[in-house]
């Protein structure tokens, strides 16, 4: 049975806003442009508007690529894939984390790749965006019967890539671009 989805909004201001007060102590009444409670509130939208296209471009994109990262390395612990799958995903150091995960997995000791050959598949995965170039990734997984957790953070980062075929680039063989990186990641 899942749960239902919950969205949250920020709660409506309750506090009626301050009134200027002139010199005789009388309260003077604001212009309609200058209540506060008339707009809205700094880095809020209304409802109906259209959310800004970077910010959603970036959570779009943020997601497709957390839903792979996460899948394959659930799958590199499995012994599914192979460790170096991982290298357009992440980088040098969270490889050799992953690869100490897989070790400690295969001999024996009990944690979250020893499930008696039972995979791991994803099963649900938010991603909460920091910014324009990074977002904390976190969600649950199924392992047989039971239901683990992860959590991690992505990051847009520098990766040098050859360029398509057929591109003219003069004297570079390869380009700078930025790309999603899983950064960060733990296993419950």
């Given amino acids: 049975m899942e749960t239902p989805r919950v969205l ?10 301050p009134h200027p007060v002139d010199h005789s102590g009388d309260i003077v009444a604001l212009p ?11 880095g ?4 109906g508007a ?13 997601r497709r690529f957390a ?11 499995d012994r599914r894939r192979s460790l170096a799958q991982l290298d357009p995903v992440a980088p040098v150091p969270l490889i050799d984390s992953v690869e100490a995960l897989v070790r400690a997995c295969s001999t024996g000791a009990a944690g979250p790749g020893a499930g ?14 920091l910014g324009p170039g990074a977002a904390e990734v976190f969600g649950s ?6 239901v683990r957790a992860f959590a991690g953070r992505i990051e847009q980062m520098p990766r040098r890539v050859r360029p398509a075929p057929g ?3 003069p004297g570079l063989t390869r380009t700078v671009e930025y790309r999603w990186q899983l950064v960060a990641f733990t296993l419950v």
């Fill in 8 to 17: 949250i909004r920020p709660a409506a201001p309750y506090e009626p806003p």
């Fill in 32 to 42: 309609a442009a200058a209540d506060p409670a008339a707009t809205p509130a700094a």
């Fill in 44 to 47: 809020t939208r209304q409802r």
């Fill in 50 to 62: 259209p959310p800004t296209v970077a910010v959603s471009r970036a959570g779009i994109d943020a």
């Fill in 67 to 77: 839903i792979r990262a996460i899948t394959l390395v659930l799958e590199v612990v």
């Fill in 116 to 129: 008696g050959g039972e995979t791991a598949g994803l099963r649900r995965l938010h991603v909460q965006m």
């Fill in 141 to 146: 997984y199924r392992r047989g019967q039971r």
């Fill in 167 to 169: 591109t003219p680039r």
